[in-house]
C-alpha cells in the first residue's frame, strides 16, 4: 500500500486506511496512488470523517454509477450522508432527475453546441494572442480558466465584466488551501456571494426575459408546474460547480501533457486531425472526477459490505486506467482505436456538458498549438495539483 496511506485496521473485515481525498499533492500524484491501491484491492474503507467506502475495481465503479436504484445521488459527497443543500439534476433520482434531463438536453445537444463553434473559437483564439509575445504565462490563470468561464457566462447570459469576480469566487470555493482557508470562511462566503448573485440574476429575469439560456429555463415546466425560483437557483450553483472548473482542469493537462511530450506536440502540430483522439486520451489517462453515491440499501461492491445509508466513493481514474480495460493504459495513444472511457461518468447523470466541454477542448488545443507551436514547462516550479479534483494548481510555460 502506498506510502502516503497509513492503516488504520479493518472494517467490518476490510482494509481501512486513513484515506482523505481533500489533500492536494505533487503533480499526477493522485491518479497514481489510484493505479496503486487498485493492483491491491477492490475496495476499502476510509476512516476520514463518519467514515465512507471506496471502490477501486473499474468495472464495479462503472456498474455502481449506472445503478442508480442502489447508488442514489441524494448525496454526491462522501464525507455528508445527508447535506442540506441541492444542486438540480445532480442530486436528483429519476424520475425527476429524468424530466430535468429532457429539458436541459436541447441546451446542451450536440447541433446547439456546434453552433457555438465559431464564437469558441474566436474567445480562445483572442486570449491566446493576448499572450503569445509575453514568451511564459501561468497557462492556468491566463487562458484555461478564463475561456471556458467565458463561454459559460455567454451561454447563460450573465455579464462579462463579472469575469474577474467569478475567477475569484472559483478560486476561492475550489482551491483555498487548509492553510489559506482553515476554518472554511471564504469558502463559505464566496458561496453565500455565488448564490446571492444567481438569486438576483433569476429576479432579474422574472422580471424581464432576454434571450439566454436562463431566461428560457425559466419558462421550463415539470409535470405542467413552473420551475420554481427555489430549483432555478439550485441548477444555476449545479451549472457553476460543474462547469467551470472542469474545462480548465482538462486544458492544464492537456498542456502539461504535451509540455512534457514533445514528440506528441510535434505529430498533433504537423497533423491537428491527431487532436480529436489525443483530447480524448488526455480525459482519460489524467481522470480527475471522484463521484459519490449514497446506498439505499444494503449490497455488496467492490468487496465493500456496504449498509443502507452509507456512502461510497467511486472514482472514475480506476476505471479509465485500467489494465483490464486498455492496453498500455497509462499512455495516451494518439492513435488508439477505443477511446470509450467514462471522464464523463457513467449512467443518468453521465455529464450533460460533455459535447460542449470536448469542442472547447479540441478548441483550445488547436488554437494554442496553431499560434504556440513551441513551449516547455519553466524550470524551478514546485508542480502540485489539488485533491477532490485533481487539477494542476498553476503551470508556468515558456516558448
Ligand atoms: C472536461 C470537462 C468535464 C468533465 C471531465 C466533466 C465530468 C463530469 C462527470 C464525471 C459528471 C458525472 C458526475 C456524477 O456521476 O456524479 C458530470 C456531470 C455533469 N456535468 Fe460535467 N464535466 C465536464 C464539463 C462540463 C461542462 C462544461 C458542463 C456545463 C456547462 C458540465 C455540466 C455537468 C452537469 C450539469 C452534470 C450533472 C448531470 C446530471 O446530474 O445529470 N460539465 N460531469
Known amino acids: 500500500m502506498s506510502a502516503t496511506l497509513e492503516p488504520d485496521g479493518t472494517h467490518q473485515g476490510v482494509p ?14 493522485h491518479q497514481e496512488r489510484w493505479d496503486e491501491i487498485a493492483r491491491t484491492h477492490s475496495g476499502f474503507r476510509s476512516t476520514t470523517a463518519r467514515g465512507y467506502w471506496v ?5 464495479a465503479v462503472q456498474q ?3 445503478d442508480w436504484r442502489t447508488f442514489s445521488n441524494q448525496s454526491v459527497t462522501a464525507l455528508d450522508p445527508d447535506p442540506r443543500f441541492l444542486w438540480i439534476p445532480e442530486m436528483l433520482d429519476p424520475p425527476q432527475h429524468t424530466a430535468w434531463r ?3 438536453g436541447s441546451a446542451f445537444s450536440p447541433k ?4 457555438r463553434e465559431p464564437e469558441i473559437r474566436e474567445v480562445a483564439s483572442g486570449l491566446i494572442d493576448e499572450l503569445k509575445d509575453s514568451g511564459s504565462a501561468d497557462v492556468l490563470d491566463s487562458f484555461a480558466r478564463r475561456f471556458p468561464t467565458l463561454i459559460f457566462m455567454r451561454l447563460m447570459g450573465l455579464p462579462e465584466q463579472d469575469l474577474p469576480q467569478f475567477l475569484d469566487w472559483i478560486h476561492d470555493l475550489l482551491h483555498l488551501s487548509h492553510g489559506e482557508d482553515p476554518h472554511g470562511e471564504r469558502q463559505l462566503s464566496a458561496m453565500n456571494a455565488v448564490s446571492e448573485y444567481f438569486e438576483q440574476q433569476i429576479a432579474i429575469r422574472r422580471e424581464a426575459p432576454r434571450d439566454d439560456l436562463l431566461s428560457r429555463a425559466m419558462t421550463w415546466t415539470i409535470d405542467d408546474e413552473p420551475i420554481s425560483d427555489r430549483d432555478m437557483h439550485a441548477f444555476c450553483i449545479l451549472l457553476f460547480q460543474a462547469g467551470f472548473d472542469t474545462v480548465p482542469i482538462s486544458i492544464g493537462w492537456a498542456l502539461y501533457h504535451f509540455a512534457t511530450h514533445p514528440e506528441q506536440r510535434r505529430a498533433i502540430v504537423e497533423d ?11 480525459l482519460r489517462v489524467y481522470s480527475f472526477v471522484v463521484p459519490a453515491r449514497k446506498a439505499t440499501q ?3 461492491i467492490g468487496g465493500c459490505p456496504v449498509r443502507a445509508g452509507e456512502m461510497v466513493m467511486l472514482p472514475l481514474a480506476v476505471s479509465n486506467r485500467d489494465p483490464e480495460r486498455f492496453d498500455r493504459p497509462l499512455e495516451v495513444d494518439l492513435r488508439r482505436k477505443a477511446t470509450n472511457h467514462i471522464a464523463f461518468g457513467s449512467g443518468p447523470h453521465r455529464c450533460l456538458g460533455s459535447h460542449l466541454a470536448r469542442l472547447e477542448l479540441n478548441v483550445a488545443v488547436e488554437a494554442w498549438h ?5 513551449y516547455g514547462i519553466t524550470a524551478g516550479q514546485d508542480l502540485e495539483q489539488h485533491g477532490n479534483m485533481y487539477g494542476i494548481k498553476q503551470l508556468r510555460l515558456e516558448w
Open 272 to 282: 491537428p486531425a491527431l487532436i480529436p483522439t489525443a483530447v480524448e486520451e488526455i
Open 370 to 374: 496553431r499560434r504556440i507551436p513551441d
Open 112 to 115: 446547439t453546441v456546434a453552433a
Open 64 to 66: 455502481a454509477l449506472q
Open 102 to 104: 429532457r429539458l436541459l
Open 298 to 300: 444494503d449490497v455488496e
Open 55 to 59: 471502490v477501486t475495481e473499474g468495472e
Open 16 to 29: 481501512a486506511y486513513h484515506f482523505d481525498n481533500r489533500l492536494g499533492g505533487p503533480v499526477l500524484s
